[in-house]
């Protein structure tokens, strides 16, 4: 989707689908930073106290969920207003 848009933004002198494009790559960044963050968190809690790990894993889990939702969320949201 990205692509196309971006493709789309270089044939038209329509800038504004040269915002939406930076909005969606920068709202994908953002997730796969916060759920690479949660990840990082969650495997250091998991090595320094490994009878916590399933309790971990799941809440990591629904964060990921969350912020993955958000995610979709505001691309879904870009899409419209393209």
Known sequence: ???????????????????????????????GLGISKIASSAMESMARQPEVAPDLRMSM????AFIEGVALFAIVVSGFIL
């Open 1 to 31: 989707m990205l692509l196309s848009v971006l493709l789309q933004a270089a044939n038209t002198t329509d800038y504004s689908s040269i915002g939406i494009a930076f909005a969606i790559a920068i709202t994908v960044i953002g997730a």
């Open 61 to 64: 889990i629904i964060a990921a």
